[in-house]
């Protein structure tokens, strides 16, 4: 059988090593973290040391409050929850856009916020907050967040920055981007699926979406996912600061093969500033879900576009909002790198997408 090569990381990344053991640890200490016995107070200790890794992560520490949620789709919800308008960025996630009152702001053709626009919207006033993202899931674009805040602040709006495909792969400092609230979660890192966190700057502003329990200092009711919250910690723990680097080299490999092969394979966003794992590959001619299928029956696990959790392959808001036409756009393929990638993995994908080009070219011509 064809070995597998999984080159999907911005939709989910396997357990890092060592998670899975930490994950384990926290399954045996059973104890609730709310409980004053033994039991509990080892329960509550696990979660607290994870909350500081996490802060910690983010540059928060001793700075606003964190609370862990069921990943960064709770977290955006409950950091955009309210009446009135939230401005966001065209080429959100989509646990942002799908928020009441979510008014969407213009990206430029690089995928980058438009901050004149905002600057111009921020004046007509209205707006009570602002959602920008750091990276983007699609196509790794990372976004003006320090300058958007600045504008925004000046306008006396405050910033939820979704960081989830940054966490881990870029440095993040909630203080030097300005944020005011942020979300991450466990599973892009090699952590489990399923956990997440809210970082909010002034916590005694916020209001619950779940309510009716004094855990996570009443800002979030349900009894805790210690064993989640374990494997969160135990990722970020395993997270390296070459990482970045490394994933860079290889992604510099992956798209300077797929030119050599395809001279007119376009690379979505290459022009603005990206996190290191994500790639964004036009080939036209050739439908995206075509080209996700024919590496797949070569052991080539990508995607299209963002990942869908219907199956099927739906056009992607990110690339029409960066002006792409449709029929580049749905020729769009995702290849998204992570701690368990290797030049081997970027060698194999090559060789079946020179494969995949040939084939389907001949078939066009
Ligand atoms: N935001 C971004 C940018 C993402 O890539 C994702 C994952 O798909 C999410 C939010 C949602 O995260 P979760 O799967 O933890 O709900």
């Known amino acids: 059988?064809?070995?597998?090569?999984?080159?999907?990381?911005?939709?989910?990344?396997?357990?890092?090593?060592?998670?899975?053991?930490?994950?384990l640890e926290a399954l045996e200490s059973f104890g609730n973290p709310s409980s004053v016995h033994a039991e509990g107070r080892a329960a509550r200790a696990r979660v607290e040391a994870a909350r500081h890794a996490v802060m910690r992560a983010i540059g928060a520490e001793g700075e606003g409050a964190l609370l862990f949620t069921?990943?960064?789709?709770?977290a955006n919800a409950a950091a955009l929850a309210g009446d009135g308008v939230v401005l966001a960025a065209a080429v959100e996630h989509p646990s942002v856009l799908a928020?009441?009152?979510?008014?969407?702001?213009?990206?430029?053709?690089?995928?980058?916020?438009?901050?004149?626009?905002?600057?111009?919207?921020?004046?007509?006033?209205g707006a009570r907050l602002l959602a920008v993202m750091l990276a983007n899931n699609e196509t790794g674009v990372v976004q003006p967040v320090a300058?958007?805040?600045r504008l925004a602040h000046g306008a006396g709006v405050p910033v939820h920055v979704d960081a989830v495909q940054a966490l881990g792969k870029l440095a993040i400092d909630?203080?030097?981007?300005?944020?005011?609230?942020?979300?991450?979660?466990?599973?892009?890192?090699?952590?489990?699926?399923?956990?997440g966190a809210l970082w909010l700057r002034r916590p005694e502003r916020f209001s619950p979406l779940l309510l009716g329990g004094a855990q996570e200092g009443r800002r979030?009711?349900?009894?805790?996912?210690?064993?989640?919250?374990?494997?969160?910690?135990?990722?970020?723990?395993?997270?390296?600061?070459?990482?970045?680097a490394w994933l860079e080299g290889l992604r510099v490999e992956l798209e300077a093969g797929i030119i050599a092969i395809a001279a007119d394979a376009?690379?979505?966003?290459?022009?603005?500033?990206?996190?290191?794992?994500?790639?964004?590959?036009?080939l036209p001619d050739?439908?995206?879900?075509?080209?996700?299928?024919?590496?797949?029956?070569?052991?080539?696990?990508?995607?299209?576009?963002?990942?869908?959790?219907?199956?099927?392959?739906?056009?992607?808001?990110?690339?029409?909002?960066?002006?792409?036409?449709?029929?580049?756009?749905?020729?769009?393929?995702?290849?998204?790198?992570?701690?368990?990638?290797?030049?081997?993995?970027?060698?194999?994908?090559?060789?079946?997408?020179?494969?995949?080009?040939?084939?389907?070219?001949?078939a066009a011509a």
Not at 174 to 195: M, T
């Open 1 to 23: 059988m064809t070995p597998r090569i999984y080159l999907d990381h911005a939709a989910t990344s396997p357990l890092r090593p060592g998670v899975r053991e930490a994950m």
């Open 70 to 74: 069921s990943g960064a789709s709770e």
């Open 99 to 125: 928020q009441p009152g979510v008014e969407i702001l213009p990206v430029d053709a690089r995928g980058r916020l438009d901050l004149q626009r905002l600057e111009a919207r921020l004046a007509r006033g």
């Open 147 to 149: 300058e958007a805040v």
């Open 174 to 195: 909630v203080s030097a981007l300005g944020a005011d609230s942020l979300a991450v979660s466990a599973h892009k890192i090699g952590g489990p699926k399923g956990v």
């Open 220 to 244: 979030r009711a349900g009894t805790e996912n210690t064993v989640g919250i374990a494997g969160f910690a135990a990722a970020l723990e395993a997270v390296s600061t070459e990482d970045a």
């Open 266 to 282: 376009r690379i979505v966003g290459a022009e603005a500033p990206r996190v290191p794992h994500i790639s964004a590959v036009a």
């Open 286 to 362: 050739i439908d995206a879900s075509t080209q996700v299928i024919a590496l797949d029956l070569d052991g080539i696990a990508v995607s299209a576009g963002a990942a869908c959790s219907s199956g099927k392959v739906a056009s992607s808001h990110v690339l029409a909002a960066m002006g792409l036409a449709p029929a580049i756009a749905g020729a769009t393929l995702r290849v998204s790198l992570g701690w368990s990638s290797t030049r081997t993995d970027v060698e194999h994908f090559l060789t079946a997408y020179e494969k995949l080009v040939r084939r389907g070219r001949r």
